[in-house]
């Protein structure tokens, strides 16, 4: 069976045959929890040398076969995106700012030397996806489909080079709250290891960014802490970013400060789609960089009244604790504030089509 045509290219769909009942289905998206559960389906399309982009299929969800050789496996050239789809108030379903996940996935192909995907192919993959799984989104207040979109280096070689063959999937996964604490707000504890320095792999989103974040973040998990939080690499002074999210800074007179996009940050889509928000509401935001000795003594006296992280699996989560080796403070009352609330209810409601959409960013899936 053949479907949509994107760039040349038709997807073929491949026969389903185990697919989940009903009566287990409907017991994941009662208590889906984050990235645990996955959806019958997924999306596979190989790009060659030579060949370009080529066998677009949507499919059984099942493993891949990899040659032990695989480059993947051996000097990482991997990248991937996260994006949701949503059940509008209408009944519909929706992405969000597809096109921006679409752009950000191809940035960090050519940062690590993988072929670009065109943004048509992009999303028609997603959109594929969504709708061969669509029973699959949960229908509980915050909950959604996560979309993840991957590509790995498939030739089988040794030998320090870009790879000549790759695979480009996706995935899905009903999804509920990403933090497990359900706290209003949580605890950051300030890491002595180093994210990303400048000339490196900081703006892409690629495995091995991640890979490194997880000692730094099992010690914070250790410490009864949700997050970590990143410094520079040069000066180790200057708030980078969470584990997987971009922080904000909200100040007594009602203005915003979020770590500029230098290189070695990731450039977030919900922290532009706030950007974009906050300024609708008439607030001064900038982009400059804030120090942990600021942040701190922002905090202590009072100037700083709250500060809230930000990304697609968590949306937005108040900070209220930080804690690091020369001491700890609290921001605000230590739990959600106004504006951050506000910023969080409007950019929600706009994903979920209850509100208007001025910038364009909802994309509705017939």
């Given at each position: 069976?053949?479907?949509?045509?994107?760039?040349?290219?038709?997807?073929?769909?491949?026969?389903?045959?185990?697919?989940?009942?009903?009566?287990?289905?409907?017991?994941?998206?009662?208590?889906?929890?984050?990235?645990?559960?996955?959806?019958?389906?997924?999306?596979?399309?190989?790009?060659?040398?030579?060949?370009?982009?080529?066998?677009?299929?949507?499919?059984?969800?099942?493993?891949?076969?990899?040659?032990p050789a695989a480059a993947v496996l051996h000097y990482a050239q991997e990248i991937f995106e996260g994006l949701k789809a949503y059940k509008q108030a209408d009944?519909?379903?929706?992405?969000?700012?597809?096109?921006?996940?679409?752009?950000?996935?191809?940035?960090?192909?050519?940062?690590?030397?993988?072929?670009?995907?065109?943004?048509?192919?992009?999303?028609?993959?997603?959109?594929?996806?969504?709708?061969?799984?669509?029973?699959?989104?949960?229908?509980?207040?915050?909950?959604?489909?996560?979309?993840?979109?991957?590509?790995?280096?498939?030739?089988?070689?040794?030998?320090?080079?870009?790879?000549?063959?790759?695979?480009?999937?996706?995935?899905?996964?009903?999804?509920?709250?990403?933090?497990?604490?359900?706290?209003?707000?949580?605890?950051?504890?300030?890491?002595?290891?180093?994210?990303?320095?400048?000339?490196?792999?900081?703006?892409?989103?690629?495995?091995?960014?991640?890979?490194?974040?997880?000692?730094?973040?099992?010690?914070?998990?250790?410490?009864?802490?949700?997050?970590?939080v990143f410094l520079d690499a040069a000066e180790h002074k200057w708030i980078e970013e969470l584990g997987g999210m971009n922080l904000y800074f909200v100040f007594?007179?009602?203005?915003?400060?979020?770590?500029?996009?230098?290189?070695?940050?990731?450039?977030?889509?919900?922290?532009?789609?706030?950007?974009a928000l906050a300024r609708d509401e008439g607030l001064t935001v900038r982009e400059e960089r804030y120090s942990l000795d600021q942040w701190r003594d922002d905090?202590?006296?009072?100037?700083?009244?709250?500060?809230?992280?930000?990304?697609?699996?968590?949306?937005?989560?108040?900070?209220?604790?930080?804690?690091?080796?020369?001491?700890?403070?609290?921001?605000?009352?230590?739990?959600?504030?106004?504006?951050?609330?506000?910023?969080?209810?409007?950019?929600?409601?706009?994903?979920?089509?209850?509100?208007?959409?001025?910038?364009?960013?909802?994309?509705?899936?017939?």
């Amino acid at each position: 069976m053949a479907t949509l045509a994107a760039e040349g290219l038709t997807f073929t769909a491949l026969p389903l045959a185990s697919p989940t009942s009903d009566e287990a289905r409907a017991a994941v998206l009662a208590n889906p929890g984050f990235g645990t559960h996955f959806t019958d389906h997924m999306v596979v399309i190989e790009w060659s040398e030579g060949e370009g982009w080529h066998d677009a299929v949507i499919g059984p969800r099942q493993p891949i076969a990899l040659d032990p050789a695989a480059a993947v496996l051996h000097y990482a050239q991997e990248i991937f995106e996260g994006l949701k789809a949503y059940k509008q108030a209408d009944g519909t379903i929706s992405l969000f700012r597809p096109e921006a996940n679409a752009a950000r996935f191809n940035a960090s192909a050519r940062r690590l030397a993988m072929p670009e995907l065109p943004e048509s192919l992009f999303i028609a993959a997603i959109e594929e996806l969504v709708k061969a799984d669509a029973g699959w989104i949960p229908s509980a207040e915050g909950a959604s489909l996560y979309l993840r979109p991957f590509m790995i280096a498939t030739e089988a070689f040794l030998g320090v080079r870009p790879a000549k063959q790759y695979k480009f999937i996706v995935i899905a996964s009903p999804a509920g709250n990403y933090f497990k604490s359900g706290a209003p707000a949580v605890s950051i504890w300030v890491s002595d290891y180093t994210r990303a320095a400048p000339g490196g792999t900081g703006a892409a989103k690629c495995g091995g960014n991640y890979a490194a974040s997880l000692v730094p973040q099992a010690e914070a998990l250790a410490r009864g802490h949700d997050q970590v939080v990143f410094l520079d690499a040069a000066e180790h002074k200057w708030i980078e970013e969470l584990g997987g999210m971009n922080l904000y800074f909200v100040f007594d007179d009602g203005t915003l400060v979020t770590p500029p996009l230098s290189g070695t940050i990731l450039p977030g889509i919900t922290r532009d789609s706030l950007l974009a928000l906050a300024r609708d509401e008439g607030l001064t935001v900038r982009e400059e960089r804030y120090s942990l000795d600021q942040w701190r003594d922002d905090a202590t006296s009072g100037k700083l009244i709250e500060t809230f992280a930000c990304g697609t699996a968590a949306v937005v989560t108040a900070v209220g604790r930080v804690v690091g080796r020369d001491g700890e403070f609290t921001v605000g009352s230590g739990g959600p504030g106004q504006l951050t609330g506000k910023l969080k209810a409007r950019l929600v409601a706009i994903q979920r089509g209850e509100a208007p959409d001025p910038h364009g960013w909802v994309r509705k899936i017939a």
